[in-house]
C-alpha cells in the first residue's frame, strides 16, 4: 500500500514519534510505501512530497518539532483547496491517509474522508482538548515545561515578595493551567472553563498576604476570561479579551492586581517554549502507540478513525464523533486545583 | 475526625505530594486532624506519631523521597505486630488510617482493615504492577529516568560499536523496561512477562550488525528470566535467577551476549536513581488527585478502598480486590515494543 | 567570633549553597556564630536577625532562591540608613559580615566597610558583570536555563517558517545573551556591548531566509540598544530604550523585522524562569568555594576583600577594586558568537 | 587549506559542537576543506575519510556522541601504525590535523607532529585530567549528570535507613568525584589523590549514624585506592586494585562497609551515563571556543599546540607540553570538599 503523512497545525514534542513509528511498523512489518507531505495540509494541496524510508527516521524519537514540517492551513478553507488535495491525493495514488494533528487538522480530515479518501487521524494539541482521548501528543511534554517553570519562579517569588503570574497556553480549555497549577502548587488558577472574577481574586490575595504569605503565584490560561459583569478597571493595549493574544491575560491581570493590591506584580508568559523540545518519556510512548496504531488500523481497512488512549489502551474512535467537540477539564480537576491552592 | 497517615515500601517520588494533599485538604476542608506514623508500619507497631500540619508540608510538593520516612516491614508479618499496631491506632485514638504504599503495604492495610480498622490505600510502586489502577506514584517518574539514561547511552554507544544493557526495575512486571524501551528506542526489551531465549537474542544482534547496525541497546527488567530449556552457558558469581539481586541478570547477560557474539557490551544498572528526585509533573498530579480522593473518602465513610485511576478520572476500588494481584504489561504494549525495535 | 551573613539584590540559584558553606564551615571548623540578616541589608537596618546553625542547612544545597531572603535596598541610599545598620551590627556585637550580591550589595558593602565594619564580598548575579572575578554565582544555571529554552524554540522554528527572538536578562553587559546564543546555535546575537543595526540585521535575515533557511533565533539581551543615527520606524508602548523594562527590546525587535523583512516574527521573554530553580553543579560548586573562602578569610582577619576565581583557583580581591565596575564581553567571545552564527 | 579533523577516546558530549565550530569556521570564513576521518586515529590509518560541509553539521550541536565516530587506537602503538597514518595524510593532502581527544590522542598527536605533520590539538575528557586547561570538553556535563544523580539518590536515602555509595568515573584524578560531592552534598568523598583508610571510614560512619544521622553518601572515583598498610578484609570477584574495572571499588567498599558497620549499604555505578546526552551550555561553549581557536591557529600557522581554557580566555599551549601529565584535583578544592561533608 502507499500510505500518506502528514503533520498540521502548530508543531508539538512527540510529532518524530509518531512519524518514526508509522514508518518503522508500516514498512518493516507490513511492505506499505510512506509517502510524506510537507507542511501539513499545505504539501498536500501543493504535491509537496517527501518519500520515507527506515533512513530517515533514524534518531528522530527524541526530537522535537516535525521533520515533515507542519502549518496551519486547511484545504477546505480556501478556494479549490480540496479539489487541489485530492488531486494530489490521486496523482500519488495515496491508498489512505494518516494525518496528525490538533483540531483543525482532524476536522479537515473528516471533510476529505467525506470526499471519499481513506483517513486515519493521530490527536496531537498541548492544549489537551481533542475529544474522546484521554491525552493528546504533546500534552504531558508541555505540563511538565509549565511546571519546572513554575518551580522556578516558586524559589524566586519565595525570596522577594511578589505576585507572580505565569501565563500559559489554553484557548478553549485550561488543562495546561490546571495541571501545573497543581503540579506547581499555585496559589490560583484560571482557566476558560471557569470565568474569574476579578474582586474575589484581590480579596484572596490580600487575605493571604495579610495572613501570612510573603508571596502568591497564579497560573493562567491565555484564554481564561473575566466573569461577565465583573469589572476590570484598566485597559491595556496589548489586546482585548475575545481575540486570544500571547501575553494579553497576563498583562491585564498584572496591572488589575498591582493597582488593586498594591502587591509588586510580575508576569511571565512561558510563550513557545512550551511546545518545543525533547519530549517526555510518556509522549513518546502515546506516540509510538497512536503510530502503531494508525498503521495497523490502515492495514486492516479501519479507516475514517482517529487514535485515542482510554487508560491504558489504545482504542479507535469514529472521526465524525470527534469533529468540532472540545474537551473541557472536568470538575473534579478543577476542585483538586481548588483544594491544594 | 483524627486520621492516620503513613507510607510503607520502598520510596519513589510523589510521596510528599500525596502527604501535601491529605494534609491541606484534611486539614483546611475538612477540619480534621493529621496523624503521621513514622517509617511506615513500623512507626504504627512502634507508636512513632508525628503530627501534620500546613507548615510541615510546605515546600514539599517538587521533593522527592518521603518526610515521614519509611520501612519494608509488614505488622502481620512479625509476631504481635498486628496487636501493636491495633494498640497504637486505638491509643492515639485514630478513627482511619490513610496507607500509601505498593502491593506489601496495601496488603498489611488489608490485614488492619479485617480486624476492624477502617482503611483507605493510596498505590506507589514505581514497578506500576499494582491491580486495578492505570497508574501508581512514582512509575512515571521512573520510566522519564530510566529513558533519559537511555537516551544518553543511546549516544555513547553510537560513537562506539557495542551492545548496551540496561537494566531497569521491574520485579514481577516489566513496565519500567518496555515503557521506557519504547520511549528509548531500544532494540531489545526483556520483560519477566515473557521469559527469553537466549539463542534468538544471540541471533538478532548477529544478523543486526552484520547487516548494518553499529551499536544496539538491550533493556531488561531485574526480574526478566530465561525460557525454561534455554541454555544460558555462563555462570557468575553476582546472583541467581529466582532470587532477584540488583545486577544479577544485567551481568549475566552481557556474559552470554560477549562469549557468543564477540561483541563489546557494557551495561548499566539504574538502581536507585530510578526511584530518587524530583517527581514529574504527573507523578505529582496524580499523587495530589490521590490524597485528596483519599482523605474526602475517609471523610464520607468510605473505607478498606483504594484510590485509582483510570482513565481520566479517579474511582474507589475495594481493597480485598487488589491485594495479592499483580498487574502485568498487556500484549499491545509488548507488540508496540517489538514492532519499534 | 558572631559573624554576619546576608543574601542582597536579585535572588539567584546557589545563594542557599553559599550560606550552607559559610555555616557549615564556619560553625564546624571555626565554632563561629553565624548571624543571618532577613531580606539583605534591609534586615540590617530594622535589626531583623536570624541565628544559623547546621540545623537550619540541611537540604537547602540544591535549592534555588535564599533562605534569608532579600531585597533591592541599599542602606546609604536612604537617609539614617547607614546609621541603622551599624547600630544594628553593634547591638548584635557582629564582627565580621559576610555580604552575597551583585554590583549594588558590593557597593554597599564597601560603604559599610569605609565606616569600619569589617566586610567579606561573595559575587552573585546571573548578569556576570561583577569586575575581577571570571564568575558569579547564578550565573551558569541562568545561561542553562536560557539555552534550554533556545534548544526548545529551535525544535517548534524548524517545523514553521518564523523568526523567534529570546530576550534574556543582561542590563550592562550581555553574558548570558552570548554565551547562550553560542550554546543554543543562534542566528543572531545582540548584546549592550555592541549597539546594533536595524538595517544590517534586516539584510542578513533577508539573504539567510532567501538562500535556504527557513527560520532564525534572534537572541537579544534585555540591555541591547540601537546604534546611534540608526532609525528604528516603530515606536511601542511597552517601554522606552534608556529605562530597561522586560519584554521591550523584544517586543521592539519584533515589529521592526516583521514590517522590515514580512517574516512571522515572535518574541518569547524568559523572565524570571532565568533566577529560580535548581543550581547548576557548577553555581553549587562555586557558591561552596566561594562560602568556605569568604568564613576562611573573616576568620583569618583578611576582610574588605571579595571571593573571586579566577582559572581554577579561588583568589581574594579588594572590594575598593571591585565597586563601580562593569565585567563586559570580551571581544573574543563575541567574535566566536558572530562567527558561530 | 585541506585541514584533518578527528574525535579519538571516549567519547564525550560536547563533541559534535566542537566539530561544528570547526566546519563553520573553517569553511564559511577562511574556506577551507574540512576532511573528517572516522573513528578516530583508525580512520587516518584505514584512509575512512568524510568530508564536512555546513549541511553535515546542521542541528547536531546539542547531540552528544561524536559525528565522526571514535575509537581507542593509538596509530604508534601498533605496528607500522603510524607510516599507514602518514600515508594517508599524504595521500589526502592534508595540509593540517585537528585532533579533539585526551591524553591518548594528544599524545598520539604529538608522535605525529614529531614525523613533520603540522597539528592542533583539543582537550576533551570527562575525568577533566589533561595538563595545562582549566576544563576539557564533557567534564560540565558529567558532573552535572552525577550531581544529578546524586540528589536523587539523596532522597531515597533519606527515606530510609542506609549507606549509599556512588560510584563516579575518575582513573588517574578524582575531578568528578570531588565536585560532584561537593555539588551534590556527599558526606564522603573518595579520589584517586587521597588514598583512603578503610577504618577511618568505618569510625566516621558508627560515629555519624550514632549521633544523628539516618544516611550518608559516599561518592567514590572508580581510581580510588586503600592507603598502604591498612586492610580491607573482603576479597571480591568483582575486579583488583590496580585494573580498573567499573564497579570495582564500590562493590569493595559496600562489602567492607557492611561487615564493618552493619549498615545496609547499596552501591549505584553511574557508568555509561555519564559520558553520554545532551551536553551542558558550558561544555557547548567550550567547546565552539575550542573548535573556533583550533582552525584559527591553523590559518594562522600556528601548530603543534593544544587549544587551552585559563580563565576567561582561550590561549594555545604547546603540545610537548601536555603529553605524559596528569592534572590532579587541587589541595584546596579537596578541603572543601572535606569543609562541607
Not at 524519537?61 to 488535495?85: C, K, M, N
Not at 486570544?244 to 509588586?264: P, S
Request: charged residues 20%; contains cysteine; aromatic residues 4%.
Amino acid at each position: 500500500m502507499r500510505v500518506g503523512l502528514l503533520t498540521g497545525g502548530g508543531d508539538v514534542p512527540g510529532l518524530n514519534a509518531a512519524i518514526r513509528a508509522v514508518v518503522k511498523r508500516g514498512e518493516g512489518e507490513h511492505g506499505h510505501s510512506i509517502i510524506g507531505f510537507r507542511n501539513g495540509w499545505k504539501g498536500v494541496v501543493d504535491g509537496d512530497v517527501m518519500p520515507l524510508s527506515r533512513r530517515d527516521i533514524r534518531n528522530v524519537l527524541p526530537t522535537g518539532g516535525t521533520l515533515l514540517g507542519t502549518a496551519r492551513y486547511h484545504p477546505h478553507a480556501s478556494d479549490g483547496g480540496l479539489e487541489a488535495a485530492l488531486a494530489t491525493l490521486e496523482a500519488e495514488r495515496i491508498e489512505a491517509l494518516i494525518c496528525i494533528g490538533g483540531d483543525g487538522t482532524l476536522n479537515a480530515a473528516s471533510k476529505v474522508a467525506e470526499a471519499g479518501v481513506k483517513v486515519v487521524g493521530i490527536p496531537k494539541t498541548i492544549d489537551n482538548d481533542v475529544w474522546a482521548t484521554d491525552a493528546s501528543i504533546g500534552f504531558d511534554t508541555a505540563v511538565s515545561i509549565a511546571t519546572e517553570a513554575i518551580d522556578r519562579i516558586h524559589t524566586t517569588a519565595e525570596s522577594h515578595n511578589r505576585v507572580m503570574i505565569v501565563e500559559v497556553m489554553g484557548r478553549h480549555a485550561g488543562w495546561i493551567a490546571v495541571t501545573s497549577g497543581i503540579a506547581g502548587g499555585a496559589e490560583l488558577v484560571l482557566a476558560p472553563e471557569e470565568p474569574f472574577d476579578i474582586t474575589r481574586i484581590e480579596k484572596f490575595l490580600k487575605h493571604r498576604h495579610r495572613a501570612h504569605a510573603s508571596f502568591s503565584i497564579v497560573v493562567v490560561a491565555e484564554g481564561a476570561v473575566p466573569a461577565e459583569g465583573t469589572s476590570m478597571h484598566y485597559e491595556t493595549q496589548v489586546g482585548k479579551f475575545g481575540e486570544i493574544v500571547a501575553g494579553a491575560i497576563g498583562e491585564r491581570l498584572k496591572v488589575e492586581i498591582e493597582q488593586r493590591t498594591g502587591f509588586d506584580t510580575r508576569v511571565t508568559v512561558l510563550g513557545h517554549t512550551q511546545r518545543g523540545g525533547i519530549p517526555t518519556a510518556a509522549d513518546r510512548i502515546l506516540a509510538s502507540r497512536f503510530g502503531v496504531a494508525a498503521i495497523d488500523a490502515v492495514t486492516a481497512g479501519t479507516t475514517n478513525v482517529m487514535t485515542a488512549i482510554r487508560g491504558e489502551e489504545v482504542v479507535l474512535v469514529p472521526l465524525s464523533q470527534v469533529a468540532g467537540k472540545v474537551k473541557y477539564v472536568p470538575q473534579d480537576l478543577l476542585t483538586v486545583a481548588r483544594a491544594l491552592a
